[in-house]
């Protein structure tokens, strides 16, 4: 972004608390077939199952009819969710179907269902408060079913901070020395769309051949939410950090590292992978303490050599207003 950017230009025209886009909301281990499972993003109560064919649906978990939660005690029969309070079903397309003692569903008798992707050995849900279709997709990595590349195991860690403090990283050159112990021989930062696209040669004390040796990474923001990063440092690797709101003042953080051996995974390299993503976790979770304890700056006093951070943010504030197109009724805040 070429034009001047004040420190109110980011928040100009937000209107929702949550952005829309992609958020990664479990992994397909954690969503068995035959069981309701209960999730909590965005403020909502939410309740994953399988259908018939294996699909994951997401929906509203709270009944319409009289309030039961569809997540606890609910029961998945032939497709589609029972309500534990009056036994009536909704399908995956968030439409009740069955009534056991009513032949006549009322058309209100429906939630919300949300567009689901399982993909990457993730489950990713799209929230948009105007409940529109997706607008972007994510990338299907075709590295993850790779024979030479160790997939990454996923870890969950809900935090006390919100969205834009991690997002701020994206621009924030000047972190990276007393945080991460990184100094940025190159750093670039550009946003094209849906996408803010991070470029660095920098130094790196565990990620490199040699402690203080230098890697090149290409962090790349797909969405508000879904950050991938391409890694050539002591190996070619895939990063996720992805962050998905629980409510207005707590995200999860979801972290994962795939590792590539061109000379075949065998038992010795998979420790080896092992302990290099547990370092990369190490390094992805330094800035958390920060983020548990400090207040957002909405008015930071930037200096100029800083990063665009404000940039950053002002891309950032698309997820987080109304689309141009006209849009469905929107999801209660």
């Known amino acids: 972004m070429s034009e001047a950017v004040s420190s109110a230009d980011w928040a100009a025209?937000?209107?929702?608390?949550?952005?829309?886009?992609?958020?990664?909301?479990?992994?397909p281990e954690t969503i068995p077939?035959?069981?309701?499972?209960?999730?909590?993003?965005?403020?909502?109560?939410?309740?994953?199952?399988?259908?018939?064919?294996?699909?994951?649906?997401?929906?509203?978990?709270?009944?319409?009819?009289?309030?039961?939660?569809?997540?606890?005690?609910?029961?998945?029969e032939e497709g589609g969710v029972r309500c534990p309070f009056h036994h009536w079903r909704f399908g995956p397309d968030g439409?009740?179907?069955?009534?056991?003692?009513?032949?006549?569903?009322?058309?209100?008798?429906r939630v919300?269902?949300?567009?689901?992707?399982?993909?990457?050995?993730?489950?990713?849900?799209?929230?948009?408060?105007?409940?529109?279709?997706p607008d972007y997709e994510v990338p299907d990595l075709a590295d993850y079913s790779d024979p030479r590349w160790v997939p990454w195991t996923i870890v969950r860690r809900d935090i006390r901070t919100v969205p834009l403090e991690i997002v701020d990283n994206i621009a924030d050159s000047a972190h990276l020395g007393p945080v991460h112990q990184s100094w940025p021989r190159v750093f670039d930062v550009r946003f094209e769309g849906h996408r803010a696209i991070q470029t660095q040669f920098a130094s790196h004390?565990?990620?490199?051949?040699?402690?203080?040796?230098?890697?090149?990474?290409?962090?790349?923001?797909?969405?508000?939410?879904?950050l991938l990063t391409s890694i050539e440092g002591r190996y070619?690797?895939?990063?996720?950090?992805?962050?998905?709101?629980?409510?207005?003042?707590?995200?999860?953080?979801?972290?994962?590292?795939?590792?590539?051996?061109?000379?075949?995974?065998?038992?010795?390299f998979m420790e080896i992978?092992?302990?290099?993503?547990?370092?990369?976790?190490?390094?992805?979770?330094?800035?958390?303490?920060i983020w548990e304890n400090k207040s957002?700056?909405?008015?930071?006093?930037?200096?100029?050599?800083?990063?665009?951070?404000?940039d950053a943010r002002r891309w950032y504030s698309q997820f987080l207003k109304p689309r141009v197109a006209a849009p469905r009724k929107a999801l209660a805040q």
């Open 112 to 133: 919300h269902s949300y567009p689901v992707r399982e993909q990457n050995g993730l489950v990713l849900l799209w929230f948009d408060p105007e409940q529109g279709e």
């Open 296 to 310: 957002l700056a909405e008015r930071p006093a930037l200096c100029r050599d800083d990063g665009p951070i404000l």
């Open 13 to 27: 025209g937000r209107v929702y608390d949550y952005p829309r886009g992609w958020f990664v909301v479990a992994t």
């Open 95 to 109: 439409r009740c179907n069955h009534i056991p003692y009513s032949k006549l569903i009322p058309p209100q008798a």
């Open 33 to 76: 077939a035959g069981e309701a499972v209960r999730l909590s993003f965005f403020g909502r109560k939410l309740v994953a199952f399988r259908g018939q064919d294996g699909v994951v649906a997401i929906l509203d978990s709270v009944c319409p009819h009289m309030g039961a939660s569809l997540a606890v005690g609910g029961v998945v």
């Open 273 to 289: 992978a092992r302990e290099y993503a547990a370092s990369g976790q190490v390094s992805a979770y330094q800035d958390v303490d």
């Open 236 to 268: 070619r690797s895939w990063m996720l950090l992805a962050h998905t709101p629980i409510d207005t003042s707590h995200v999860a953080v979801w972290y994962g590292l795939m590792i590539r051996s061109d000379d075949g995974v065998t038992p010795e």
């Open 205 to 226: 004390e565990t990620l490199t051949d040699v402690p203080g040796g230098e890697m090149k990474t290409v962090a790349t923001y797909h969405g508000p939410s879904y």
